[in-house]
């Protein structure tokens, strides 16, 4: 490391590192499964009008089909159970952070007075448990910001309140 | 000013503008429509003479409807300034009014194709940051209109007009004819003929297409292979070949650099940087100093001989990717001084000599080889499929030592190093990229980790400012932790506007 930027560490900074995350509601987790039930539910579907309707003379035993279907279908649970703890995020005094994966890990932070706008989405299955994801948008190519999923709704209100009166005051 | 209170009605563009609309339609129309023209010329011995007096009678109807509308569009196409605000109203039965605030507009360009050069009309564009729909296009300006509606656009903020006209005479730099071709000879070469490989092949598959609803795909097919046949057997060909190559490839690069940058000519104005160049299509650039969002420096061994080096400005740029090649600014040919001079003026008293450069760890070294082995073995299963034959893997033998000799290359040319302002990030193999970006200048934060990166306890960081990305990859978390927290206390702490 450079001396300038020792001398500079000494003074101390706000550390990300040390601040405690917030865990993602375990309602979440719910919407999250249903997805994937959802998901795989259309693709067994799929395979077995595949299968009655004779598509797979070539494949011996379509059971064995069905079990490596079955097998992606638990293996893709157990990662999004897993997945979903990783998930986690803080709003400091001036700036908005989220952390998440297990494989591929990213933390990412917002500072409020670089914010655009900020949207908040409700999907199908997220409205039944009253969760918002909550979206944060900055200037130019961004494509790559940050999005919270599973934000209960006055929770998320909040923090978009607490951001918009930051950006302006 | 009384600059401002000639625009404080609404007025409209250049009379001549008509003309340019008009012109501009026609080519658009040629461009859409011009296989039509072909499969007419072709057949045009075999139309009986009623029907071809129909297809003139409608081709010139069409002329007639163009002209009006050119005229139409000319006619509704009005605008004005108030209030600090660009205000603009056209739309022949769709109308639109648009305003921008001044100080919204990233920038004001000129722009002067053939036609609009013949007669003496400047295309005035005006860009902002945000969506593309607000971008401005005014078809046909005089000159003096022109740059006296930049003057009331770029100064609103300056208090005194006089060092403009001071500032005015002298360029900061000039690029020449001789430098220009230094540039030229020195290009990536082989980029210029990938580009003119796309081209023609965009052409060729237009033409073929065409062929293909002639019902002659197969008679083009068959010239193309017997001469391609006749190519593999003739070695001395094989080579002329190539020497033709690389002649065509040195000739477009000179062709495009000349054309693009003919009389390339930068003036310093106020908080602007001005930049004039081009043959065809003449450019003026206005880059206000405050919306550039970072600044490469490149240049490969072989102009770094010569002593000339690109600077390539990049701005905030707009959701639309279309857009993203016209908002990267380009200065060729810089020489070293030249260089120092622009960077003190984007950077002022910000100097990075003698701090020492960090280099990523090992593990991006490691990345990057199981990156080549894996991009090495897909090409050798391709050329494997393609000409089965074991003798095409002794192509290994060159291509092996390319790999590891470019993975060391850019191995070692990955590095920061930064101060307390301005962060300094190098890349490249052949060419050197030398990327500055100021830490205020940052819209978000982020360090990514697979999970073998995090065994080995490093990190990539990545920082997003309004014109893209810039990483930093595989350095020390500790490290990575220190940057991530130290940029956003600059951004935070910042009061500087960023864009």
């Given at each position: 490391m450079t001396d300038s930027f020792q001398n500079i560490a000494v003074t101390s900074f706000p550390d990300i590192v040390k601040i405690d995350f917030k865990s993602i509601n375990n309602k979440y987790l719910k919407v999250v499964l249903i997805h994937v039930f959802l998901v795989f539910l259309i693709l067994f579907a799929a395979l077995f009008i595949a299968d009655y309707s004779g598509v797979f003379k070539i494949v011996e035993n379509t059971f064995w089909l069905y079990f490596i279907v079955f097998i992606v279908f638990i293996a893709v649970l157990v990662l999004k159970s897993i997945g979903f703890k990783k998930m986690k995020y803080v709003v400091r005094e001036k700036d908005i952070s989220y952390k998440k994966g297990v494989f591929f890990r990213s933390l990412t932070t917002v500072p409020f007075n670089r914010i655009q706008h900020i949207e908040i989405d409700e999907g199908p299955v997220s409205r039944f448990f009253k969760l918002v994801s909550l979206s944060v948008f900055t200037a130019g190519d961004s494509s790559d910001d940050l999005k919270i999923s599973g934000l209960l709704k006055e929770e998320a209100q909040q923090i978009k309140e607490f951001i918009s009166n930051k950006i302006d005051g | 000013m009384d600059n401002t209170a000639r625009f404080s009605n609404f007025r409209r563009q250049s009379k001549k503008g008509i003309l340019v609309i008009y012109l501009n339609i026609l080519y658009k129309a040629f461009k859409a429509f011009w296989f039509l023209l072909f499969l007419f010329v072709q057949k045009f011995s075999k139309i009986p003479e009623s029907t071809l007096l129909y297809i003139y009678i409608g081709v010139l109807a069409l002329f007639v409807f163009f002209l009006i509308r050119a005229f139409l569009i000319f006619k509704n196409f009005q605008f004005k300034i108030e209030n600090k605000h660009f205000i603009l109203q056209k739309g022949i039965l769709k109308k639109t009014h648009t305003s921008i605030p001044?100080?919204?507009?990233?920038n004001i360009n000129f722009k002067q194709n053939i036609i609009q050069q013949i007669i003496a009309v400047h295309e005035v564009n005006i860009e902002t940051a945000g969506s593309s729909k607000a971008e401005i296009s005014i078809k046909a300006l005089s000159f003096e209109e022109a740059s006296a509606l930049k003057q009331v656009i770029t100064?609103?903020?300056?208090?005194?007009?006089t060092t403009n006209i001071n500032a005015?005479?002298?360029?900061l730099l000039k690029i020449g004819f001789a430098a220009l071709m230094k540039v030229s000879f020195t290009e990536n070469h082989l980029q210029s003929l990938l580009l003119l490989f796309a081209v023609l092949v965009g052409f060729y598959q237009q033409i073929s297409d065409l062929f293909d609803g002639l019902g002659k795909q197969e008679l083009l097919d068959n010239y193309i292979t017997k001469n391609a046949s006749s190519l593999e057997n003739n070695v001395i060909l094989i080579v002329g070949f190539f020497i033709i190559l690389l002649l065509i490839a040195v000739l477009s690069s000179t062709v495009r650099v000349v054309l693009r940058h003919f009389n390339l000519t930068v003036f310093v104005k106020n908080n602007a940087l001005e930049i004039y160049q081009g043959l065809t299509t003449k450019k003026s650039v206005i880059l206000k100093k405050d919306k550039v969002q970072h600044i490469t420096i490149s240049d490969n061994p072989v102009k770094r001989k010569l002593g000339i080096s690109f600077i390539h400005f990049k701005q905030a740029i707009s959701g639309k990717v279309e857009n993203k090649k016209d908002k990267v600014i380009k200065i060729v040919g810089c020489q070293l001084s030249q260089v120092a001079v622009i960077k003190n003026l984007l950077f002022p008293s910000e100097n990075l000599e003698g701090i020492n450069k960090n280099f990523s760890t090992s593990y991006y070294k490691l990345r990057l080889y199981l990156r080549g082995a894996l991009v090495l073995f897909i090409l050798n299963t391709l050329l494997y499929a393609v000409?089965?034959?074991?003798?095409?893997?002794?192509v290994n033998i060159l291509l092996i030592p390319v790999f590891i000799l470019s993975i060391e290359v850019s191995f070692k040319k990955r590095y920061y190093l930064f101060n307390k302002e301005l962060l300094l990030v190098g890349q490249g193999t052949i060419e050197t990229h030398k990327t500055y970006l100021p830490?205020?200048?940052?819209q978000n934060v982020k360090l990514k980790q697979t999970i073998f990166q995090a065994k080995n306890n490093v990190a990539d960081v990545i920082f997003q400012t309004a014109s893209g990305k810039i990483k930093i990859p595989c350095i020390q978390l500790e490290k990575a932790q220190q940057i991530y927290n130290y940029t956003l206390f600059k951004v935070e702490t910042s009061q500087k506007s960023w864009m």
């Open positions: - | 001044f100080d919204r507009i990233q100064i609103f903020d300056e208090t005194t007009t005015e005479e002298k360029p000409i089965q034959s074991n003798q095409v893997l002794l830490f205020f200048k940052v």
